[in-house]
């Protein structure tokens, strides 16, 4: 445990991180990195991290396999991550029950962001980091994705560059350190932690990693499957102003949220991966019988840039490219996002914050309801509004195979109807990001489009 | 859905509030109800409120049974609660593995207090309620203590006073709302919604309710067994002070959480009741093999104050008088309680804030350990400190039966080292109320604290 802060002297906050973060939102063009150098160290990183990955028959897993009696796919040691069944009842929406298969893993990841200042301006360190299941290769990432085992365990961070860095912080060199939730329809209440330090100038970035300000990176964010997920819901628990008038009070805005996670009956039972109804398990995948959501496969990877040179593992094969769109509006000058109190079966509570409008249109094709209207009157939306916002980008690459999702803001104008449609409230920025300092209020793709939100608006 | 607040109009919190908060809280005489008024109306309901509460062996209970195969103790209807058995493994403190029953019950219930201004002062409507396990009897009670079912489902409210205010209370008339933990000890990731919300004149006291300002209120505090766990919870929510400075900010504390929180390993598994190791079942009940921790028992209840004239039920019988001390000191002139992060296996996460020490003396006396050192010194600490706050107090009486805790709040002075034990933090009275507005932060017992430390700062 690190030791505690300054003991006996009454603290503030410190007052001008808001100044700090915003100066180097503004210099887009960097301050120790230019963009060209950037763009150089990334191609060569791009050249330099060859990743072959090639789908596999379960059977030529080396280490995994399906455990007797529940068929869960499981690795040997019992550690990273397994699949296993969920059976699921909710109370709303126009499905009640379903099998599926969803990840296990228990385990709290340590996503986090060292940032340091060079030359009077904040940077950031990010990482280029393949990941097997990226449809490009290589992504910003952040300086460091450590398993728990990684930052508490006996090898505390071997071959995990910068992770004792967050091991041994001092309490008031931590930016941001708050628990969020990950992908609530194929993780079973995964979470990590996602943080932001500072650190002094005895830190410089090795080879896979770059400083660069934060205005670059949220430059980077508008390219396509650039930013990884991981970088993004990090991004988006950073701290911003106080809390200020919205068309709903804070206490309004948890009252509501409050209200829903009360009323929703989401009823979740982990089952074995065997005979899940609905489901059909071939020699290379586990797939839908209509073809909808998602397969388990199985891939083998060689890679040159990690300890060691190559393995096998399963991996979740997105069907469809999802879409994540949230809707703002200036109400009375004053910038509101549209979020929805939605349900998913991993979410630790019955609901979570998500964007306006969040799904994959070939899922919901066959599905009468909300979302599916939504999806369908997202082209009239941009042609009215102003998009502030658009780019593809892939959920995390260790677990999701070419998974992509398409991030769109879009600012509807005056025709928009201010009220609101029932399970959605307008917010504010800063009331958002004021929630964003605790745990499983706004889900990974809302925090995703918050990250984007900041670029558009900062 | 209750209609949403002022749509297109920028609002801010009610800036009178916290006054209006304080006034009533100074007014410990009382304005509609005087000290005199108020104990003749609470003498009657003693007196009205007739429970007759006899042991009976399991075999008596009437549509409550074991069921087959795993023997969990279950109502016929499959509704209210059961008793299961849980088997938990954690990484830390004395015992690191053992089995207990626990009792499951998922469903979110309403604990809401009503507020009305009269006469310019804020007044609580407070509930003379018993409950089965109560050792006295009439306890004074939230205005609302409803089940979901009670509070949303297709019955609305009937037999229950005033649960329709909350259900269809208007956005700005909400003081608080927020999810709260009961005892992880001994229910399994069990919440409660916790509401105030401000009424108007209409709203006027039934038989068993009273107008009481904040400050009678905090005075009852005082009184052995008299304010019960239900209302001592949602008084804890109240809203207070903005954040101001502390031994550490409030993101240092957010860090510390957050860091056991990820550190902590608590694994729980639901198991049958049948055959848990080191539990023995006899026609009376199921208790450790060693008389430690608590027994389940089976009641009789012969009541004249429901709708139901009687009924039997199991109940969790605690085995010794629990102790719940929070130390307090003036560190640089600012008042800091002393706050640990303490796992217990029914939480929703691995840990939460408890108060400084919390134990049973007889179950800590075969272990070594910091409880057990904690709860030998309290002696010591309460001849060298002040004590603030010193009474017995009950846990929820329709679950627990004749269960003592004995509450205390001790100021220690200058020659307390302001160093803090691992795993503990200073934190100050506003920073705690601010985390208060967030889900699970402080236990069960921490927040019947703080509402106690409320009564003797105000």
């Known amino acids: 445990m690190p030791p505690t802060t300054g003991?006996?002297?009454?603290?503030?906050?410190?007052?001008?991180?808001?100044?700090?973060?915003?100066?180097?939102?503004?210099?887009?063009?960097?301050?120790?990195?230019?963009?060209?150098?950037?763009?150089?160290?990334?191609?060569?990183?791009?050249?330099?991290?060859?990743?072959?990955?090639?789908?596999?028959p379960f059977r030529d897993l080396r280490n995994w396999s399906f455990a007797e009696g529940t068929g869960n796919l499981v690795h040997d040691t019992g550690r990273f991550f397994s699949v296993v069944g969920l059976h699921v009842r909710v109370d709303d929406g126009p499905v009640r029950e379903w099998w599926q298969?969803?990840?296990?893993?228990?385990?709290?990841?340590?996503?986090?962001?060292?940032?340091?200042?060079?030359?009077?301006?904040?940077?950031?360190?990010?990482?280029?980091?393949?990941?097997?299941?990226?449809?490009?290769?290589?992504?910003?990432s952040p300086t460091v994705q450590a398993t728990k085992s990684n930052y508490t365990?006996?090898?505390?961070?071997?071959?995990?560059?910068?992770?004792?860095?967050?091991?041994?912080?001092?309490?008031?060199?931590?930016?941001?350190?708050?628990?969020?939730?990950?992908?609530?329809?194929?993780?079973?209440?995964?979470?990590?932690?996602?943080?932001v330090i500072e650190v002094g100038p005895e830190v410089e970035a090795g080879d896979d990693f770059c400083w660069l300000t934060l205005g670059q990176v949220q430059q980077q964010l508008r390219i396509d499957h650039r930013v990884n997920m991981d970088a993004r819901t990090v991004l988006s628990c950073l701290p911003g102003p106080a809390l200020d008038s919205g068309v709903h009070t804070g206490t309004e805005l948890l009252h509501w949220i409050t209200t829903n996670q009360a009323l929703h009956d989401v009823d979740t039972t982990v089952v074995g991966l065997a005979d899940l109804p609905g489901w059909r398990r071939s020699d290379w995948s586990i797939s839908h019988e209509r073809g909808c959501f998602f397969s388990v496969r199985a891939v083998d990877v060689?890679?040159?840039?990690?300890?060691?040179?190559?393995?096998?593992?399963?991996?979740?094969?997105?069907?469809?490219?999802?879409?994540?769109?949230?809707?703002?509006?200036?109400?009375?000058?004053?910038?509101?996002a549209l979020l929805r109190a939605r349900v998913e079966p991993g979410y630790l509570d019955a609901i979570e914050l998500s964007p306006t409008v969040q799904g994959t249109p070939e899922n919901h094709a066959h599905l009468p309801g909300l979302v599916?209207?939504?999806?369908?009157?997202?082209?009239?939306?941009?042609?009215?509004?102003?998009?502030?916002?658009?780019?593809?980008?892939?959920?995390?690459?260790?677990?999701?195979?070419?998974?992509?999702?398409?991030?769109?803001?879009?600012?509807?104008?005056?025709?928009?109807?201010?009220?609101?449609p029932d399970g959605f409230r307008w917010a504010t920025l800063p009331q958002i990001t004021w929630l964003l300092q605790h745990r499983h209020y706004l889900n990974v793709q809302a925090r995703s489009l918050i990250a984007c939100l900041r670029a558009c608006v900062d």
Chains 1, 2 share one sequence.
Do not use: C
């Open 7 to 56: 003991i006996g002297v009454p603290r503030h906050e410190e007052q001008q991180l808001q100044e700090r973060l915003a100066r180097s939102a503004s210099a887009v063009d960097g301050v120790a990195t230019s963009t060209e150098q950037f763009e150089k160290w990334f191609a060569d990183r791009l050249a330099a991290q060859v990743h072959e990955v090639v789908p596999i």
């Open 101 to 140: 298969p969803i990840i296990r893993q228990a385990e709290i990841g340590l996503l986090g962001i060292v940032v340091r200042e060079i030359d009077g301006v904040l940077h950031l360190l990010m990482q280029a980091k393949t990941e097997p299941g990226n449809p490009n290769g290589v992504q910003l």
């Open 153 to 195: 365990g006996v090898h505390r961070g071997r071959g995990v560059p910068y992770v004792d860095l967050f091991r041994q912080v001092a309490p008031h060199r931590v930016i941001a350190d708050v628990l969020q939730s990950e992908h609530g329809a194929w993780f079973y209440r995964k979470r990590n932690r996602n943080m």
């Open 302 to 336: 060689r890679a040159n840039s990690r300890e060691v040179a190559g393995w096998t593992q399963p991996l979740i094969e997105p069907h469809g490219v999802g879409v994540a769109a949230l809707l703002v509006k200036r109400i009375d000058g004053v910038l509101h």
């Open 372 to 420: 599916r209207d939504q999806l369908r009157d997202l082209d009239r939306l941009r042609s009215r509004g102003r998009v502030l916002f658009d780019a593809e980008m892939s959920e995390e690459g260790g677990r999701f195979y070419h998974s992509r999702s398409r991030y769109m803001i879009i600012e509807v104008g005056d025709d928009h109807p201010d009220q609101e």
